[in-house]
């Protein structure tokens, strides 16, 4: 099993920066990418951004290019996303989710953190 823990989340006025960590513990070691999901309330879950853990590779959803940032610290089994440039559309629950040795299905999910942004 793993377990993630995300952090960081907030109230920021729009144009402002926040940024998300998710900390992984357990058996991480088959974990082929790591990504963050935000569910914005009355909506469906979305994608918003994904890297693969060995290689560092990044994937966005055209909403955040640009203003979203993904990495990932090996060495304290960790992800971020950092957030710049908010805007009142960016307030969601934001998830953090690992994928098994499966890279297209993500087996692993947070509880959530809350990001809400003023206009």
């Known amino acids: 099993q793993v377990q993630l823990v995300e952090s960081g989340g907030g109230l920021v006025q729009a144009g402002g920066s926040l940024r998300l960590s998710c900390a992984a513990s357990?058996?991480?070691?088959?974990?082929?990418?790591r990504a963050w999901f935000r569910q914005a309330p009355g909506k469906e879950r979305e994608f918003v951004a994904r890297i693969t853990w060995s290689g560092g590779s990044t994937a966005y959803t055209d909403s955040v290019k640009g203003r979203f940032t993904i990495s990932r610290d090996t060495a304290k089994n960790t992800v971020y996303l950092q957030m710049n440039s908010l805007k009142p559309e960016d307030t969601a629950v934001y998830y953090c989710?690992?994928?098994?040795?499966?890279?297209?299905?993500?087996?692993?999910w947070g509880q959530g953190t809350q990001v809400t942004v003023s206009s």
């Open positions: 989710a690992a994928t098994g040795p499966n890279p297209l299905k993500y087996d692993y």
């Open positions: 357990g058996r991480t070691f088959n974990t082929y990418a």
